[in-house]
């Protein structure tokens, strides 16, 4: 079930967060995302409209929106295949009529995802806080 987000989420969020930053961008160590946490909390996400998939009352992914841009995008590793990524960027087309996004260039599994849902690459450019290549996409 995709529901808006609410306050006591956060933690689950947080958790869905980290093991599925850690698990998908192996080519960024992991202390990076662990450092960064705390900003998630306080900075990121409080700031973003967010939808959680929620799966027998355990958040399993979540989607942040920020303007017509998907801020973040991450299914907990154990429930990845399942569709619920395309359940939550689906319900972002429902509400958007253009949407952007970036993704590592070295992140394939998620570059696939995102050209199989009708997003198209439009450049690249360095991440100043990782020094890695991100590719720029729009739907």
């Known amino acids: 079930m ?7 989420d ?6 869905v967060w980290l093991d599925a930053s850690i698990d998908a ?15 998630m909390r306080e900075i990121y996400l409080p700031s973003s409209e967010m939808y959680v998939s929620e799966d027998n009352g355990s958040v399993d992914g979540f989607i942040a929106l920020s303007g017509e841009s998907v801020a973040a995008l991450f299914v907990s590793p154990s429930s990845q295949g399942k569709g619920i990524g395309t359940q939550l960027l689906n319900k972002a087309k429902e509400m958007r009529s253009t949407l952007d996004l970036c993704v590592y260039k070295e992140n394939v599994k998620s570059f696939e995802f995102y050209r ?10 360095v991440d100043n806080k990782t020094g890695c290549v991100q590719i720029v996409m729009r739907w």
């Open 2 to 8: 995709i529901r808006k987000f609410i306050q006591s």
């Open 116 to 125: 199989k849902h009708l997003f198209v690459a439009e450049g690249e450019h």
């Open 10 to 15: 956060m933690d689950s969020v947080l958790h």
């Open 25 to 39: 961008h192996s080519f960024i160590d992991r202390e990076f995302w662990e450092s960064n946490v705390s900003a």
